[in-house]
């Protein structure tokens, strides 16, 4: 595309090592430090765990090769540090393992800081950059330590400077790059990435399915422009192997898998058949698979004997969504006046689907005469995932440039002029200056006093205006929250998206504290420029960020004083509760139920339908609460009840951006837009999701339908104390939405 062409002779770069001189100082971030000298390191090629007794996260392929450092054979350090990163081109989340290995033993104690600095000429834009600091403890005794952590990114590419600190001093030989400029993010946005499970610990090519029925319909395979000539994997498992192991599909065996729900951000759909599920679960590593399915991603399990059986291997819902009906144009499908014809019924033999949380899972009926599912099937599976193919369009949000639905979701009153008492202020000045001043002074024969009286008002009313500015919006911190938590009945688990808007008349000292386990994205107002323009712009540090195993702290440069600064937070919410009901419907005319609420929060103005389609009312639930009575209610009742409680709570904000805002210079300055217009032609849908998979359930269901599907339930309660970030903080106008499947 255009705005990627503009970078294009750093694309594709494959992964370098250089080296960067030391930092003389562990605090300092000016942005206009240049290298003093550059030699190579040395790097070893990607590998799986090469010793399994550090139990180091895995790191889903593809993944750049191991940076080790010291860079000098010569080694006085005492310790060595292996690097390794995941190639992330996407904003979003990158994952790093880093190991540590003593030259004998620890002696003491010894506390170190690994950090990365965006690269400006590796990641793109060089305005969005970032400081992440890891530190490592290196514990007396050991010979080695370890950790995994997920890096925040808000650019494309994942090229990185990289230094290494102890007791705030860089240490020598110890400054590097790692990474890639590989900044072509926008194919990874527009096509459908696949990650294939194995049951076994390693995979077998040689004993994987015939893929050649997913891979030859998909144009990025490589191996498309040899179509019937590739063989299957049996015949030639070293051709699939080479070609798996750079992305951007892969398989992965079962040791590659990683506890962590955002190693699998950068793909869009998980395959597995139900002995890989099976075993996922026996060995742990389901969790994180269901974490992410539960935030937005696709599963897909083929080889399911029935439908029954499709539902119990995943533990999913047993009732099948109305919503969710295959309903799109077939391969054979052709356009009849402009009207699609839904799919053939027998179809629904074949794939069935489920919701998981924001999420979706496939079922792939095991047919007799293929080995795996047909290219017919898995065309209708990715024409069925429409927006979730873009990692993009699944969060929401565009950390890169940001957009104007920014003002949908910010903190009324504060930030803004206050219009109406300005202009009475003004206005008192025009009768001073004018009516009174200069009246009294020329009664008096003085009206050469104008001359002083008129500049001291001014100033006056200035500074009346500037102070009543200040304040007015307060020195304390203040925050409109709106909490998405999406609840799966069977387990009991829950993904949230939590979209944040913060102004701090003073900015706080000690940053914002997110969880260990979210993803992180900032939200600007796209007013930054376009693609186009920010590409060419200086390089700049946005903040520091800190990771440590159970928060990541972003400093108060990402909250300045006196300005809006909005967050989109996506994260995985386990054993949250549940939600169940219990019908007496023997008399037709006076049906009854009771609720019974699990969570460790009340609910209110809670919304239930059950598996008959009949809907229940109760405007209050206490927490872990049993037999709360409630009240039928009819379809109509319902309807009304479900739009009120979702306008009630709506985000206002005019969508300024209804097409891609190409201006007469051709730039682009809404990325969502745009990739949603490209999704839009390539699946022949009609359906704009904007602000998310959370965000685009809620006004799919509640403002646009005015129902929700047999066995779910929505309601309303107050943001968890959790997801605040900063203490003292001031709530207005803030919701916790809790919806999902009952159990």
Not at 90 to 106: D, E
Not at 429 to 457: D, E, W
Request: net charge negative; hydrophobic share 40%; charged share 20%.
């Amino acid at each position: 595309m255009r705005f990627i062409a503009l970078r294009i002779t750093i694309v594709c770069v494959a992964a370098i090592v250089l080296v960067s001189p030391a930092q003389a100082d562990d605090t300092q971030r000016d942005d206009n430090q240049s290298d003093a000298s550059q030699t190579s390191s040395t790097t070893i090629p990607p590998s799986s765990n090469t010793n399994p007794t550090l139990l180091l996260d895995p790191l889903l392929p593809p993944t750049s090769g191991t940076l080790r450092l010291p860079t000098t054979k010569a080694n006085t350090l005492g310790f060595t540090l292996h690097i390794e990163l995941a190639k992330q081109p996407s904003s979003g989340s990158v994952p790093v393992n880093i190991i540590a290995r003593s030259t004998s033993t620890f002696a003491a104690d010894r506390r170190l800081t690994i950090r990365f600095r965006s690269d400006p000429d590796g990641q793109l834009p060089p305005t969005n950059g970032l400081i992440i600091d890891v530190p490592l403890l290196l514990p007396q005794g050991a010979t080695s330590a370890r950790v995994t952590r997920y890096l925040p990114k808000f650019s494309a590419g994942y090229q990185y400077q990289l230094a290494v600190y102890e007791q705030g001093r860089p240490l020598e030989d110890c400054v590097a790059k790692i990474g890639a400029a590989d900044t072509d993010f926008y194919s990874n946005e527009q096509h459908l990435n696949w990650l294939l499970i194995t049951d076994s610990d390693v995979v077998d090519y040689a004993a994987l399915p015939d893929l050649r029925g997913l891979i030859y319909h998909d144009p990025q395979f490589t191996a498309s422009s040899y179509r019937g000539t590739v063989g299957a994997p049996r015949d030639d498992p070293r051709f699939y192997e080479s070609v798996f192991s750079n992305g951007p599909h892969g398989v992965a065996g079962q040791s590659d898998l990683p506890t962590d729900w955002r190693g699998y951000q950068h793909y869009d759909l998980i395959i597995v058949d139900p002995s890989a599920v099976k075993t996922a679960m026996e060995n742990g590593k389901y969790k994180a698979i269901q974490q992410w399915v539960l935030n937005g991603g696709s599963i897909a399990l083929y080889d399911s004997a029935s439908e029954q059986s499709f539902v119990d291997v995943l533990e999913l819902t047993a009732e099948r969504p109305k919503s969710l009906a295959l309903n799109f144009i077939t391969p054979e499908s052709v356009f009849d006046e402009n009207i699609r014809r839904p799919v053939d019924e027998s179809w629904n033999q074949k794939i069935w689907l489920r919701p998981l949380g924001a999420g979706i899972a496939f079922g792939l009926r095991k047919l007799d005469d293929e080995e795996f599912p047909s290219a017919r099937q898995w065309w209708v599976v990715e024409h069925t995932l429409g927006h979730r193919i873009s990692p993009m369009l699944r969060r929401g949000v565009d950390p890169i440039l940001g957009d104007r639905r920014f003002g949908r979701w910010l903190i009324p009153g504060v930030a803004q002029p206050p219009v109406y008492t300005f202009m009475g202020l003004l206005a008192l000045f025009v009768i001073l200056v004018g009516p009174v001043a200069y009246r009294s002074t020329a009664k008096r024969g003085r009206t050469y006093l104008m001359f002083l009286i008129a500049p001291v008002l001014a100033i006056v009313t200035t500074a009346l205006m500037f102070t009543y500015g200040i304040l007015s919006d307060g020195f304390g911190t203040s925050a409109r929250i709106r909490q998405l938590t999406w609840v799966d009945g069977v387990s009991g688990n829950a993904g949230e998206r939590v979209q944040s808007t913060y102004f701090a008349g003073l900015r706080p000292t000690e940053g914002l504290s997110f969880a260990g386990d979210a993803e992180v994205m900032r939200y600007s107002d796209g007013s930054a420029g376009s693609w186009e323009e920010l590409t060419e712009r200086s390089p700049a540090i946005l903040g520091n960020i800190r990771l440590e195993s159970d928060q990541q702290v972003f400093d108060s440069a990402f909250l300045p004083s006196r300005q809006q600064r909005q967050f989109i937070v996506h994260q995985p919410r386990e054993q949250i509760g549940t939600l169940s009901i219990a019908t007496e419907k023997l008399d037709p005319f006076s049906p009854s139920a009771t609720i019974t609420n699990r969570f460790d929060f009340a609910l209110r103005q809670c919304i239930l339908r059950d598996t008959d389609g009949d809907y229940w009312f109760a405007d209050h639930v206490p927490s872990d609460s049993e037999k709360v009575h409630c009240i039928a209610i009819t379809r109509a009742q319902s309807s009304k009840l479900i739009g009120d409680l979702y306008n009630q709570f709506r985000p206002m904000e005019e969508d300024l951006y209804r097409s891609p805002q190409r201006s007469f210079r051709r730039t682009t300055r809404d990325l969502i837009i745009t990739i949603s217009e490209q999704i839009k032609h390539q699946s022949m849908s009609q359906t704009d999701v904007l602000s998310g998979s959370f965000e685009h359930w809620l006004n799919q269901r509640m403002q646009l339908e005015g129902e929700i599907p047999h066995d779910h339930f929505v309601a309303v309660s107050d943001v968890s104390s959790d997801v605040v970030l900063v203490s003292g903080t001031e709530l207005v106008d803030s919701v916790r939405f809790v919806f999902g499947t009952l159990k």
